[in-house]
T-cell receptor, first 113, second 115 residues
Framework: NAGVTQTPKFQVLKTGQSMTLQCAQD?????MSWYRQDPGMGLRLIHY???????DQGEVPNGYNVSRSTTEDFPLRLLSAAPSQTSVYFC????????????FGAGTRLSVL | AQTVTQSQPEMSVQEAETVTLSCTYD???????LFWYKQPPSRQMILVIR??????QNATENRFSVNFQKAAKSFSLKISDSQLGDAAMYFC????????????FGKGTLLTVNP
């Protein structure tokens, strides 16, 4: 009964380093999304995917890349980390039959020094 | 663009009492959904309740109910018989019908439950 799994849970990077936040879901959901949560800002959409091979930008896409080669996985890549990317990152999945309900992973807390 | 506003950054309630969290939204669409998510200190986002815009009946889930006023674009959450475990950040969210990949969130209301 895994649902949406995010790894790692915590990460510290230095400015300029790259890394990939992993997200996997086992519910066969076609839709997957990445959000970031900053203090006092709620959650904001970074990128999303409506199916394998199809991705698009959300509200705050700059500095992030995504790809979706399988239904299950939707990794988020930071090519050159910046302190402004210090945040908590959430992955979510949904399905047409789920009526807009998004199921969230436990989040990744990222600090960029 | 759709916006969601939660005007109460913090609220507090006594255990066993009732509290209402406010949310307003702005949209020109007719097909949409509204949600309340709870985020306890564990950081996990937990769905509390969901409302379909085309349904006039207010959604309820045990001690949680909403007051959905479509014309006023208002969507408040009522928590009855508050419990210590209800202490959390609560987010109101809007989802456009057919856009399962995107929710627009308010900034949240931090609820404290006093014993």
């Amino acid at each position: 009964n895994a649902g949406v799994t995010q790894t790692p849970k915590f990460q510290v990077l230095k400015t300029g380093q790259s890394m990939t936040l992993q997200c996997a879901q086992d519910m066969n959901h076609e839709y997957m999304s990445w959000y970031r949560q900053d203090p006092g800002m709620g959650l904001r959409l970074i990128h999303y995917s409506v199916g394998a091979g199809i991705t698009d930008q959300g509200e705050v896409p700059n500095g992030y890349n995504v790809s979706r080669s399988t239904t299950e996985d939707f990794p988020l890549r930071l090519l050159s980390a910046a302190p402004s990317q210090t945040s908590v990152y959430f992955c979510a999945s949904s399905a047409t039959i789920a009526k807009n309900i998004q199921y969230f992973g436990a989040g990744t807390r990222l600090s960029v020094l | 663009a759709q916006t969601v506003t939660q005007s109460q950054p913090e609220m507090s309630v006594q255990e066993a009492e009732t509290v209402t969290l406010s949310c307003t939204y702005d949209t020109s669409e007719s097909d949409y959904y509204l949600f309340w998510y709870k985020q306890p200190p564990s950081r996990q986002m937990i769905l509390v309740i969901r409302q379909e815009a085309y349904k006039q009946q207010n959604a309820t889930e045990n001690r949680f109910s909403v007051n959905f006023q479509k014309a006023a674009k208002s969507f408040s959450l009522k928590i009855s018989d508050s419990q210590l475990g209800d202490a959390a950040m609560y987010f109101c969210a809007y989802g456009l019908g057919g856009s399962n990949y995107k929710l627009t969130f308010g900034k949240g209301t931090l609820l404290t439950v006093n014993p």
